[in-house]
C-alpha cells in the first residue's frame, strides 16, 4: 500500500502571495490533519479533516484553511504568506483514529 | 490545557540501551504515542500505548506509563547508530489520534 503522499515536496514563495499544498492519504484513510512543524515553535496541530467535514481546528489565524475532497484527498491553503509560515508543513492520515501516518512534508520557504 | 515536555538531547553508546522521557499534563489523555523523524523525513510511529495500560513491549522498545505523574518513557535496548534521529512524545485527548498534541522532540545520537 502506499504512504501518504505531499506535494510539492519543496516550495519558494514570496511575501503577499498564497500557496496551496496537497495530500493523498493511505488508500481506505478517511481522515487527514495537517501540522505546522517549525524550529521556534515545534509541532503544532492545523486541522482535520474527516469525510469532507473540518473535525478539528488549531490555533491558527483564518488565512490557514483546507478541505477535502470526496476521495479524501486534502489541500490547504495559506493566503498572504508571512515570513514566519516558513516551516516543514505535515499531513498524516489515519484509517480509525488510533494509528495517525504521516507523510514526507512539504518544506515552504517565504523570503 | 494540554501540554507535553520532554528532554531535548540523549546521547548513548552503540549497544547501550536509551531512554526518553515524557511528561503531560492533560489527565484525560487517552493515547500516548511515540514517532521518530530522521533528517529530511515525516514521523514515523513507532508504538503507542492506551492510557489504562502501564506497559508496552515491541521488540527492542518498552514503553512505561506512570499515569499517576503522568510520566511516559521509551526505551530502547541495544541502541544503534541507525537509531539516531528526533523522537516525539505526544497525546491524544479525544481517542483521535487526528488531533495530537506532541512534545518539542528529544534528538538522540548514538555514537559508535
Known amino acids: 500500500k502506499a504512504g501518504v503522499t505531499q506535494t510539492p515536496r519543496y516550495l519558494i514563495k514570496t511575501r503577499g502571495q498564497q500557496v496551496t499544498l496537497s495530500c493523498s492519504p493511505i488508500?481506505?484513510?478517511?481522515?487527514v490533519s495537517w501540522y505546522q512543524q517549525t524550529p521556534g515553535q515545534g509541532l503544532q496541530f492545523l486541522f482535520e479533516?474527516?469525510?469532507?467535514?473540518?473535525?478539528n481546528k488549531g490555533n491558527f489565524p483564518g488565512r490557514f484553511s483546507g478541505r477535502q475532497f470526496s476521495n479524501s484527498r486534502s489541500e490547504m491553503n495559506v493566503s498572504t504568506l508571512e515570513l514566519g509560515d516558513s516551516a516543514l508543513y505535515l499531513c498524516?492520515?489515519?484509517?480509525?483514529?488510533?494509528?495517525?501516518?504521516f507523510g514526507p512534508g512539504t518544506r515552504l520557504t517565504v523570503t | 490545557g494540554e501540554d507535553v515536555e520532554q528532554s531535548l538531547f540523549l546521547s548513548v553508546r552503540e549497544g547501550d540501551s536509551s531512554v526518553i522521557n515524557c511528561t503531560y499534563t492533560?489527565?484525560?489523555?487517552?493515547?500516548l504515542y511515540w514517532y521518530k523523524q530522521e533528517p529530511g523525513a515525516g514521523l514515523q510511529l513507532l508504538t503507542y500505548i492506551f492510557s489504562n495500560m502501564d506497559m508496552k513491549q515491541d521488540q527492542r522498545l518498552t514503553v512505561l506509563l506512570n499515569k499517576k505523574d503522568k510520566h511516559l518513557s521509551l526505551r530502547i535496548a541495544d541502541t544503534q547508530t541507525g537509531d539516531s534521529a528526533i523522537y516525539f512524545c505526544a497525546e491524544s485527548i479525544t481517542g483521535n489520534a487526528g488531533k495530537s498534541t506532541f512534545g518539542d522532540g528529544t534528538t538522540l545520537t548514538v555514537k559508535p
Open positions: 479533516y474527516f469525510s469532507e467535514t473540518q473535525r
Open positions: 498524516a492520515s489515519s484509517l480509525v483514529g488510533v494509528e495517525q501516518y
Open positions: 492533560d489527565s484525560s489523555s487517552t493515547y
Open positions: 488508500s481506505g484513510h478517511r481522515s
